[in-house]
């Protein structure tokens, strides 16, 4: 009996160490991938990151170019695609089979819900790997930048580059407010209305909101909150209402500004002198200012005014994230150090192509800093560098930024879709479309 009993135990002793050691090899061989990869990398050999990114993303070939000089035998094999619904298809599609590339960069053109995705398990929570980074230093970017891309208090998304809405305006117009370097949401709001009044009999005159108005609006605004962690949905009605309205009066204006605008599109020295003030939601927020400053005083303005928009509920100013990364959780070893060479890259501009404002301070610096010395003939237009003036109330802009966040797409499209009919149609009341953007919210916060 006690011999068996010795066989038992020696039996068990033996399942136990194969199957421990079965379990062990798994978590050995990543670690010895991951390893014998960076050795490589050391030891002269190359090493390959897949990237998903959309074609038309002009940083990326900076990203990849600053990586390389810092990383210089590691290759970045770029998959690009044209169409952002066949990109998110086929990031659900690799993922939820195990597969997929190393990193992802997506902008504001992609319909995922990343954060909600990144819940899921779908990414990798990078917290460690900055924990280590000795380099990273939160407090040399605009607050809030990592808060903006953590879930249940992890670090899943790192934001890469930012716009805020913002506008020039003729400092000798009378727009019913004297604008600081903030102005409030309902301030801008009254402003259109009285702008529409007082020019709608007016033909060759009217407000150019902005291209992508409704973008910058409800960015503007910034009227939901979604908390996937404790399935709640807060909506700032007064802010939504606002917002809502104001793109049913520039539905109203569109004929009319599409008609200036094709009328002066080869001449854009006559836009300042044809638009009271103007909104923009700009990738690359001082290379514009240096621009349309030109064509004020090429148009014959004195002086150029500057504001960006504080959000409704009036608690400060919000860097919308246009562009931001996440590494899926098979990656290879420095998909992690490639986000950080994207997040830190001091991006550049030219006449052709905007590429970003980073989140960076110092490099938000280097870029007003840059543009002091800007010069150059455009169109026969002698472009001059930013006035010191322009290059203080920059500054002062940015500084006014209290927060970084990141928009979420799902939600931006149900609440275009549920109000479409009250702004484009009016075949809906506010209160009917009100309630059922409400409803689909609340679903999808309780998901």
Known sequence: MRKRFICIITVFCILCTFLIGCGSKENKT??????????????GENVELTLYCMAD??????????????YKNVTVKKTTFDDSAQMDETIKTELNAGQGPDIIIFTSQNGLDVLGMAKKGAFLALDDKMAEDVLLEEADYLPGTFEAGKVNGAQYVLPLSFAI???TYDKTADLGFEPEAVISFEEYCNAIVTDIERLKDNKNYATLYCQKYSRAVVEAAQ???VSREDQTAVIDSKGLQMAMDEFARYADQIEKVNNILTAYYKTQTALPERFTFMCHVSPDITHNVWAWENLYREAGKEEMGLSILEKADGSGVSATVSRYGVVTQNAAPYAYEFLRVAMDAYLESNKTAEYG???????????????????SNYQGIQMQGLTE????????LYDSITEVVIMNPVVRKMCYNSFAPYIYERSKTYEECYSDFEQKLNLYAGE
């Open 223 to 225: 009227v939901f909150e």
């Open 389 to 396: 003036e322009m290059a203080e109330q920059l500054t002062k």
């Open 165 to 167: 809405p913002f506008l």
């Open 57 to 70: 993303d002009v940083n990326i070939d900076q990203y990849i170019a600053g990586f390389k000089t810092q």
């Open 357 to 375: 404002m980073s989140l960076k301070k110092e490099n938000i610096t280097s870029q007003i800093e840059h543009h002091l010395e800007s010069a």
């Open 30 to 43: 990543a670690t010895d991938t991951a390893k014998n990869t960076k050795e490589k990398v050391s030891s």
